[in-house]
Each structure stands twice: as C-alpha cells, then as structure tokens.
C-alpha cells in the first residue's frame, strides 16, 4: 500500500495521530528531504529506512517505489512540509500508482494554502490555486492575467526575496484588490497582514521579508 502523509508545516503538534500511526507501519518513507524528515521522525522516535524522492529524481525513484509496492511493501510519502503533490513532489507517483494499478490512499493534514484561505478574511467559498509564480516580471504578469476576470479567491506562493516584486505585479495586474499576506504559519512568529495590495507593497517595502509567505488575493468583483 501506498501513503501520502501530510506533515507540519512548522509547528510538529500539528502531527496527525494516523501520521504517527502510518509511519510506524509502513516499511519505507519516501521523502523529499531526508534531513529534514529524519528530525521528524526522531522527534517521535520512529525508526524507519528513507528513500529520497526530490524533484531532481522523482522519475528514477518513483520507478524503484513501485517496484518496492509491487513486490509487496508499504511505503510513506512525505514532502519538506504540509501535503506531498501541492507545490512539492507527488503527482507523477499518484500517476504512476493509478497506471500500475497500486492501491494508495493519503493520510490528510496540513497545507500552508488552505490554512492562509481561511485566515486571509477573503471568500473562501471558491478559490483558485496557483503555488509559485514565475520569477521574472514580465513571465509573471502573464501568469497573473490568466486570472484577471476570475471571481474567486487566488492563492499564491512566493519566497521573501519575491514578495515585494509579486506584490508589486500583482497590483499592477490587478488593481487595488483586498488581499491578505500569511506569514510563518502555525510557527512562533506567525503573522497575517490584510489590506488592499497597496497597503500591503507598502508594508512589505518598509519592513524587509522573512520566512514563509502565501499570498491571498480578493477575486474580481
Ligand atoms: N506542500 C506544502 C503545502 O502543503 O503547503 C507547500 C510546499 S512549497 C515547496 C513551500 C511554500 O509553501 C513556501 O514557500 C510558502 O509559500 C508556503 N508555506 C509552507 N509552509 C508555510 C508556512 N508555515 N507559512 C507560510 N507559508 C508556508
């Protein structure tokens, strides 16, 4: 059987008890950053032999995990952080589980997405998500239009060295839409500005970025 385990995305409590539970049973954990997943599962004294599956070997390495199902044995996904297959690797393994024909099923939890949606105030009834934006401006302006006449909720990832430049194309591509930026989810200095995009660039070229973001911006109305 495979797993798809959702994992903290700061804050360990948020462990599930059927996370533990899994990664206890299974005889593999397939993980994005095995440093990382290593601190995890030490921290809950679990034991358990990893295998690292990144982006940069997700095709080789999703080959070896369905040989390993096929020969009988259970074996964990986890990413860096929150659910595996939103903005980190899993797609091409739930792809290749559905071809092989591999039962799997997914252990829920946290994602930093939902999370923002419900903190940011915004309509949450109908959202659209779009992870990272492209990097250069002109790329990610195009990116952005693609949802300029849409009436839902858009939901963005972005790094701290990128927020200013997203905020800035955003208001450009948008207008001055309500918005909310969440910051360090579930961590010690967790934060959620609101405002319009405006207030918000204005915010973020006076007090320098840091952390974790996800942006959340008001659909057209
Ligand atoms: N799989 C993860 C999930 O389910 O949310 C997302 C992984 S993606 C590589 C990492 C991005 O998610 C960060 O750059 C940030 O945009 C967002 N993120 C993850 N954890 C966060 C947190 N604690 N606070 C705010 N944003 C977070």
């Known amino acids: 059987m495979l797993y798809f385990i959702a994992t903290p995305i ?3 409590g948020d462990i599930s008890l059927r996370a533990l539970e899994t990664l206890r049973v299974v005889d593999s954990v397939a993980s994005e950053d095995t440093r990382k997943t290593g601190h995890l599962l030490k921290h809950f ?3 358990k032999p990893q295998i690292a599956f990144h982006e940069h070997n997700e095709e ?6 369905i040989g390993l199902l096929q020969a009988g044995q259970s074996v964990a996904v986890v990413s860096e952080a929150g659910t595996p297959g939103i903005s980190d690797p899993g797609y091409s393994l739930v792809q290749r589980a559905i071809e092989a024909n591999i039962p799997f099923t997914m252990i829920p939890g946290p994602t930093a997405l939902v999370m923002a949606l419900v903190l ?9 998500f779009r992870g990272f934006p492209p990097r250069k401006q ?5 990116f952005l239009a693609v949802d300029a006449e849409s009436p839902h909720t858009l939901i963005f990832y972005e790094s701290p060295y990128r927020l200013v430049g997203f905020l800035e194309d955003a208001l450009t591509v948008y207008g001055d839409r309500p918005a909310a930026v969440a910051n360090e989810l579930t961590k010690l200095y967790e934060s959620v500005e609101r405002g319009t995009l405006s207030e918000l660039l204005a915010h973020y ?8 973001y996800v942006v959340v911006i008001g659909g057209k109305t």
């Not at 940011?120 to 659209?128: D, K, V």
């Not at 002109?138 to 195009?142: A, D, I, P």
């Not at 070229?205 to 974790?212: D, K």
């Open 138 to 142: 002109g790329k990610r302006q195009r």
């Open 60 to 65: 080789k390495a999703g080959r070896r995990i």
């Open 45 to 47: 004294e679990i034991s």
């Open 120 to 128: 940011s105030g915004l309509p949450a009834h109908a959202f659209t």
């Open 10 to 12: 700061g804050n360990l």
């Open 205 to 212: 070229q006076a007090n320098e970025p840091r952390g974790e």
